[in-house]
């Protein structure tokens, strides 16, 4: 069976950092993409960024230059480094791992919570 749990989430200050992680089992990691997405209450999730499995990266316009999505084959982990946090970044982050036009798997979430 597929496993898929995130880690991380906290309560940080504006301007603050956060480190998220996505741990896999029961897939061949490597061949996957992996993308975190977003969903802050009363509001659609949103994809936020994603990272292939040749290392290609994407990322939504309003993280650009402060999120970081990594991904460590080894351990069948990727990564989300965040900061100069704002109180938009407030959600629940989900993790993603999937084939394009294939299977998918998400994790629960972990919450995230930015406030001065």
């Known amino acids: 069976q597929v496993n898929v749990v995130e880690s991380g989430g906290d309560l940080v200050r504006i301007g603050g950092s956060l480190r998220l992680s996505c741990a896999a089992s029961?897939?061949?990691?490597?061949?996957?993409?992996t993308a975190w997405h977003r969903q802050a209450p009363g509001k659609q999730r949103e994809w936020v960024t994603q990272i292939n499995s040749d290392g290609k990266t994407a990322y939504l316009d309003s993280v650009k230059g402060r999120f970081t999505i990594t991904r460590d084959n080894a351990k069948n982990t990727a990564y989300l480094s965040m900061n100069n946090l704002a109180p938009e970044d407030t959600g629940v982050y989900y993790c993603n791992i999937f084939h394009f036009g294939a299977e998918e798997y998400w994790g629960q979430g972990t919450q995230v919570t930015v406030s001065s």
């Open positions: 029961g897939i061949r990691f490597r061949s996957y993409v």
